[in-house]
């Protein structure tokens, strides 16, 4: 038993948080390049203008790639790079970008795994009101269809959109991109980017592309600190309000009754047009599930404080669940009937600020190791047990642009130097390297 021989091993990253090279090569600004100049809304003051520097340093990341030995990378295609408008015109000089990188990725064995949209809405089309327009299902099947014709036969795995409850975020909760504070707004924002995914499905059908297509959706399951009936009404409410906005449509063909009673109630119920549901459901071949933690909830706040001194924690003050890998699995094929592969899309842990080095000079991210090794036996567990899993990316290659944590929430097995922009492997990096080789068989 144990993890098969092809098996996906990986490392996944995003555009907007390693790229940098924000105004280069005719690139058009995204949502977070804007939102990041607005004073108090990034740890520090950082903007992603040259993150990692990826741009002019993907040789360097597919050598660390390599030093690993995974077998594919998860990237991200900046929509503003390749259209700077966001509708008709393709900037030459980003399409060749993005050409240099799965040349070099597939050149050296690692299959690219992209993702269309991780959160970086070019500029121009906020400017036209963004994810609350609805016309925005025709601009991003516009862009996908250009990037499945140009890209179709050198990339093997799509993902139509990441996580799309950051459109939640950043349209009702004001908290990421691009700022704005409307609940009802947020819901249409959150219901018009699944309706894109659907409809991006359809354009990578007819674009006669090679390969597989899904989406990223992110499951931080409530756990109820008490037993008791509050506890566990909350724990309904929020499972609803957060996960299964995305998961219900995408996996099971509609909203819940509570979702759409409560919504209704509320007086923030979003437009849904006939034909959205079945678009949101079409048939894909593979959901990615990025899974992190479970989040004990509590409406007492004392019995919530308590848990937090009792618990098993990390050094970020984040709970250590392993379990929550196994138990995400389980719940989409319960509540599913899930009968496409799972990809885990996303997996990893922070530390807040530097590591300490070792003696030898090299981070000593012991508390990364311990994450990981017990989230890959939770994964290993969920294989044995029969669920399709085809594979794990960590979260993530190096250091990067943690959104509004800025450059202050480490997620890297490779440090990153934001004064020199180079990366040196943490003990994770060696840790995971020879992980995978164990597991190959090397
Ligand atoms: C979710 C997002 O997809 C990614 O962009 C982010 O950096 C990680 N998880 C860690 O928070």
């Not at 090279?21 to 058009?28: I, L, Q, V």
């Not at 903007?47 to 990692?52: G, I, L, Q, R």
């Not at 862009?143 to 795995?157: C, E, H, N, S, T």
């Not at 995400?328 to 807040?352: C, F, M, Q, W």
Request: glycine share 10%; with cysteine.
């Amino acid at each position: 038993m144990g993890f098969k021989k092809d098996f996906i091993w990986g490392l996944a990253t995003s555009a907007g948080q390693v790229e940098g090279g924000a105004a280069d090569g005719g690139r058009g600004p995204s949502i977070w390049d804007v939102f990041s100049t607005v004073p108090g809304r990034i740890h520090g003051g950082v903007t992603p203008a040259v993150c990692c520097d990826s741009y002019h340093r993907f040789d360097r990341d597919v050598k660390n790639l390599s030093f690993v030995g995974v077998d594919s990378y998860r990237m991200s295609i900046s929509w503003s790079r390749v259209m700077p408008d966001g509708t008709g015109r393709l900037n030459d000089a980003g399409v060749d970008y993005y050409k240099r990188c799965f040349e070099a990725l597939n050149n050296a064995g690692i299959k690219p795994n992209v993702t269309l949209y991780h959160w970086d809405l070019p500029q121009a089309l906020e400017e036209k009101n963004g994810w609350v327009n609805r016309d925005v299902i025709g601009w991003f099947s516009e862009y996908a269809d250009k990037m499945f014709r140009i890209f179709g036969d050198v990339v093997p795995l799509w993902s139509t959109v990441n996580e799309p409850i950051a459109t939640y975020v950043g349209y009702a909760l004001g908290a990421f991109a691009p700022g704005r504070r409307n609940e009802k707004e947020g819901n249409q924002a959150r219901h018009n980017i699944l309706v894109a995914h659907g409809a991006a499905v359809d354009a990578f059908r007819a674009s006669g592309a090679k390969g597989d297509i899904g989406i990223v959706i992110d499951i931080w399951k409530r756990h109820a600190i008490r037993d008791t009936e509050e506890d566990r009404r909350l724990v309904i409410d929020q499972d609803e309000r957060n996960w299964k906005f995305y998961t219900d449509p995408v996996l099971g063909g509609s909203y819940s009754d509570y979702l759409l009673s409560h919504l209704q109630s509320e007086g923030t119920l979003m437009d849904i047009k006939d034909g959205d549901l079945p678009l949101m459901h079409r048939p894909i071949d593979f959901y990615g599930l990025n899974v992190y933690n479970r989040v004990p909830v509590s409406v007492d706040s004392r019995a919530a404080a308590d848990f937090s001194q009792g618990g098993n924690f990390l050094n970020n003050k984040t709970e250590y669940y392993p379990k929550a890998v196994y138990d995400a699995i389980r719940l989409v094929h319960e509540l599913y009937d899930l009968k496409i592969p799972v990809y885990i899309t996303e997996n990893g842990t922070y530390s807040i600020g530097e590591e300490a080095r070792g003696a030898d000079g090299v981070k000593e991210d012991g508390d990364r190791i311990r994450y990981l090794a017990g989230f890959l036996e939770w994964l290993e567990k969920a294989v044995d047990e029969g669920f399709d899993v085809r594979g794990y990316y960590l979260w993530s290659l190096m250091d990067n642009f943690e959104w509004t944590a800025g450059y202050n929430y480490r997620f890297g097995i490779f440090e990153t130097d934001f004064d020199t922009l180079e990366c040196r492997p943490k003990k994770s990096a060696y840790w995971y390297r020879d992980f995978i080789k164990k597991v190959k068989g090397q």
